[in-house]
């Protein structure tokens, strides 16, 4: 008696391409490994790297239940997709499957299937290639403010998972101090790396107050860290992973910009200043935000990953959960940093 392969294994996801997308020969599976030597940032989705020939791909599978959207979003996404290749924005397409489909969904998983960029990695930290970054990014911005009304609306209607506990950074802020608690009564690593990262957020505190209010009119992407632009040879070949775009506040993409000024670069590098400075002005003379708008992108992104950030340090010293992921999202999501950039936009 045959067993069916556990979904998201390497023979699971051999059998998922080769019924899906049927690839002219046998593909060959194995994890994938991000560029840099780091590891790819995901805790929810499976990611491997395909080849069958001369082709590759990357496989992904969206493994937590709870992230995976409404079924009429990933067509939705992939329209998006298309218009921002149609204004000169390198996002990532999806690979249809052998029947058109721009998603496959096999034991109640997501699946889908991107290109390889075997030869791009994630930005460094020369000032060449965050000024390329910030100008794809600011691209990426300008085709999404010509998004239609109805696929903005259709958008709203189908809302990201938080994938959070207490989504409310409000409430979830008043949750740090006795976190910060219990990590202060431990004296293991775990406790001490939570421990930084709610101090950090309590630091940062005063200028949650100058977030603007919650908005829903534009088609956003959400998530513009520095992983998600590889390059090569000086300049960005793909903006990946579109599964978060939402309707949203279009500030929130140009703080994920702004920010990118600086999540390379040493702190004390002149370079990161100085991009931002060249961020602040491309904004404004493309009229992508007036000038007293800098001063509240910062906020919102904070209190935008504010929850994920007292999430993660609820599964660290409440829940037992010590993935080794948590140190690169405490590091991407820092507060000190944001506080950072923050200071530089107000003196501009």
Known sequence: ?????????????????????????????????GGLGEPPLTHTAGLWACASGDRSWVFKAQLNPDAVRDADFYPLKQGVVEHCVSRGVPAARAIPTASGAPIALRDGVVCELLPRYSDAAPHGATAEQVAEVVRTALRLRHALDEVSRATVEDLARMPVNPLVDQPDWALALGEVEDLLKLAEARDDDWAALAGSALREVLDTEPLLAEAPAPRADSAVHADLHRHHFLLRSGQVEAILDFDNLRAGDRLLDLAWTAELCLSAPAPEDPAGPESLREFARRCVDEELLEARDLRRLMPALLVFSLPVLVDIAKDILQRDILSPVWQQYFHLLSPARRARVHKILQNL
């Open 1 to 33: 008696m045959s067993c069916s392969p556990v979904p998201g294994s390497a023979l699971w996801v051999r059998e998922v391409l080769e019924q899906e997308w049927r690839p002219r020969s046998r593909p060959v599976v194995r994890p994938l490994s």
